[in-house]
Structure formats: C-alpha cells, structure tokens
C-alpha cells in the first residue's frame, strides 16, 4: 500500500510538472491612454484607444509582448520578448529597459487576475536622439486595458498583421 502511494504522488507530480513546461495561454488587451506625462509628437491623447498588445505567457512563467497600433494595419512589434515575470498576490509583472547613446526605451507591464480574466496597467517611456532619418522624440505615458482571453490560432493570426 505504502508503495501504490508512493508511486501514485510520483506520478501526479511528474506529470503535473510536465503538463505546466507545455502550458501557454493567450491574451489579447486593446489598450487605453490614462496619463500622458510627454508627448513631443502630440499625438497621444488621454482616454484614447492607441492599440492592442498581444500577450504569450508559458507556464505563467516566460511572456512575449507584442502591440500593434491602432492607426496601422501593420505587423505589431515586439516589445518584451520571452522574459521571466515576476509572480504577485494578485498576478505578475515584468520590466525591460535599454538603452544606449541615441535610444532609451522603458517598458513595465503589471497584469492583475480578477475571477477568470485580466486587466493591466502599463508605464512606456521612449526617447530617441535625432539621427538624419528622424527628429528626436520623446514619449512618457500610462495605459490600462481589460484583456480577453484568446487561443493560439487567433494569436498567430493577429502577429500576421
């Protein structure tokens, strides 16, 4: 008896272990201005729809982020690529943030499970020098958004743009 036991709780965790390395689960956020600190375009306004992002997360663990803009049809870009989140009462977070001489790019994303969905607050900060092929720009925002929850057929038919 002390055997089948032992046996059986080797087996839910190993095969729990293995169901959650596979587990991803898609999300699809249209995304709102709430504040908007800089703008040196102008073009982004408070309570504005300016996009959608498109989230992967694996095994609540890794997450890939991508937005599109709502005034394009184009691609959306990528803008956190498979990186580690940070676990939270209430759900997960996660930062990036580069820089160099002649781009400073921040990104947080915090997303907050409530019943079965999830909602997210965002902060960018972008600034870029100006080159010959741009001015220099700068743009410091917070969005919100309500997310739905989408399968992998529709997320890989939205990244086509």
Known sequence: MKKFLVILILV????????????????????????????SSGYEKEGDLIGTIYVKL?????ITIHFSYEITKNKPNIIIENLRITNEGLGFSVTEEYKDKEIKAFEYFK?????????????SKWWNAKTKEYDESELDYDSTGKCENIDK???????KG
């Open 12 to 39: 839910m965790l190993l095969s729990g272990n293995a169901f959650s390395a596979n587990k991803y689960f898609y999300l699809k956020c249209p995304e709102n201005i709430k504040k908007v600190r800089i703008s």
């Open 58 to 62: 694996k095994s609540e663990s890794k």
């Open 111 to 123: 997303f907050i499970k409530i019943k079965n969905e999830y909602a997210f607050l965002r902060t």
């Open 153 to 159: 057929k529709d997320y890989k038919k939205f990244l």
